[in-house]
């Protein structure tokens, strides 16, 4: 029977009304009362990535904002647990995110993704699964020297020693963006400073 009515006129006139009835981007800004975006952070392992980006969130969230952090580390745990960091593996890996960041800010989320993501050609690839108008990208162009000095996971010292192969910035490529949002340098800008200014960038693009 269920079948019957699946396939008759009525059937066909029922999904044609709940079509009609979906919920619209509109309707999920009205209700978290902010613009969806992406604010995606760049740069060498230790460069800060991580503690910014989850500072970001919290003045975010403090502020009364609907947001969420999408770490790498955290992603190579699910998402991601079945990758490499083999440079193709790296590409998918970045992709896979940015599909991820996109059904978030569809869903009127902002989201602020924390990956070395070395290649511009990816984060390229990232803008345009988000999209461009949805998409900051954020620098931190921290040097190699004060990355190492600070090493708090001991990868550069495993690197250095040949014990890791292709680690970022030592023995594979990092190209920096051409032009960021925004460029931070940690090494010599505080975490409440760098706070500040990101989110002096991003409050007139989500406010509502």
């Not at 699946?6 to 009205?30: P, Y």
């Not at 921290?142 to 996971?153: A, F, G, I, M, Y």
């Not at 460029?183 to 706070?195: F, H, K, L, P, Q």
Request: charged residues 25%; hydrophobic residues 40%.
């Amino acid at each position: 029977m269920d079948m019957e009515v699946a396939n008759s006129g009525q059937g066909c006139q029922l999904s044609r009304e709940s079509q009609d009835t979906r919920v619209v981007l509109r309707e999920r800004c009205e209700l978290l009362r902010q613009y969806p975006l992406t604010l995606w952070f760049t740069g060498l392992s230790g460069a800060g990535k991580s503690t910014l980006a989850f500072a970001v969130e919290r003045a975010l969230i403090s502020g009364g904002y609907a947001v969420y952090v999408l770490d790498g580390d955290h992603v190579r745990h699910g998402l991601s647990c079945d990758l490499s960091f083999s440079a193709r593996h790296r590409s998918e890996n970045v992709r896979r995110v940015a599909e991820v960041a996109k059904l978030m800010n569809d869903a009127g989320l902002i989201v602020i993704a924390s990956l070395i993501s070395p290649l511009r050609a990816d984060r390229d690839v990232a803008r345009g699964i988000i999209g461009d108008d949805r998409f900051l990208e954020a620098h931190l162009s921290t040097s190699l020297s004060v990355c190492e000095q600070r090493d708090v996971k001991g990868l550069y010292r495993r690197a250095r020693a040949g014990e890791m192969i292709g680690f970022t910035g030592i023995d594979a490529p990092y190209e920096e963006p051409d032009a960021p949002s925004i460029r931070i340098d940690t090494g010599g800008a505080s975490i409440e400073n760098a706070v500040f200014e990101i989110m002096g960038m991003i409050k007139p693009q989500i406010c509502y």
